[in-house]
């Protein structure tokens, strides 16, 4: 097998960033400086509702124009994606139910807008050998209405496509990277591998997860602390008697899907290097900002317009049906904790909002913002990566949007033996 892999919601390339080890781009071409150990031969990027495609501008001034696609995924014939090893992406978290078609001989179709089911469409088409996933934590337990039903969904519609599971919610600054962002990362390989078939001729599968693993070899737990919970999905007939009558609750963080069984656990990291704080961020975006920091600092009623954004606060509101209740938040650093990873980043930061950074520069003692660059490091990417014509809001956006790279970078090298052994 040849490392070829297929990016979906590429957005501005964080998969590609991290298999390929990118760590700066060429100033004079704006082209990424990669391994090209992975051959992307297909990448799709859209964004609906607007006709600016900023992310897409991003990822071909990185990558080049050559199969870089910016269409509505849900109008691409899936039969026209070229073969590949893996297919790889972020895919937005939505509701999965799902239900079956008036016919009844069309299979089933998700709730409209769902891109899920583009993923599956692709999966069907081109059953590519392994996949590598990520999504928001709460796919976990979501809906609130009945608990873990939509990763449910998900499993039992990759095993119907002949696939194996494995997942993990990973959180990169345990594990000395710069952000406290928890995402979980799923990893499915066709039962016909070779990989798959050591997995399934397995009879201890509790024992294999726990010291293996795709993931938990490379982002070590503490054994002593599982406990473990079994439970069977075997009874359910197809993702719609899934999507109607799932009730067995949330999944835990890390775990299996084979043939309708599942294995999982909630982890305990266990890391013994250094963390990677806030404040080596700070450190390393130094050398190349720009001489405009007075843009970013915040002073005067600004500056006390954070503080209560930051602060504790219990408001009495009205519901519709006339009576009050109080909205309650806790209070929050300000600044932040420099010696700390960060906390997660949104998409609205850089905006005046609660979620934002701010941060205490001790070298102008000022309060600020942080910077685009320093977005950019917290997620692991180059220096100014989206510095490539976007407005300043929208280079927030987008890194709110990606994933912390280091992780992928963590998982290529297991993920490249584990194809290169087929």
Known sequence: MELKVVELFAGVGGFRVGLNQIKSFDENTGRAIESNEWEFVWANQWEPSTKAQPAFDCYVKRFGEKNSINIDINKI???????????????????YSVARTLSNELGIEGKKG???WDIVDTLYEK????ILLENVDR??????????RDFAVILKTLDELGYIVQWRMINAGEYGMPQRRRRVFIFASLKSTKYAK??????NWEKYLKKDGFFNEI???KLEECIVEEKSMEAFIDPVDVSENYCYGKFLTTGMFINGKIVNFDVKESFKGNQYTLRKIMNVARSYEISNLENYIITGESLEKWKYLKGAKRIPRIKPNGSEYFYSEGNMSFPEDLDLPSRTMLTSEGTVNR??????????NKNRKITEIEAELLQMFPPNWTNTGM??????????NALVTGIISSLENKLKNIILEE
Request: charged residues 25%.
């Open 355 to 364: 979620s934002s950074h701010v941060v205490y520069d001790e070298s102008i």
């Open 114 to 116: 769902v891109l899920w």
């Open 127 to 130: 059953k590519p050998p392994f």
């Open 391 to 400: 407005t300043s809001r929208q280079r927030y956006f987008m890194m709110g």
């Open 139 to 148: 796919l976990l337990k979501s809906p609130a209405k009945q608990r873990g």
């Open 77 to 95: 014939d899936k039969k026209s994606i070229p073969n590949h090893t893996l297919l790889v992406g972020g895919f937005p978290c939505q509701d």
């Open 219 to 221: 982002f070590p737990i």
């Open 198 to 203: 050591k997995i399934l001729k397995l009879k």
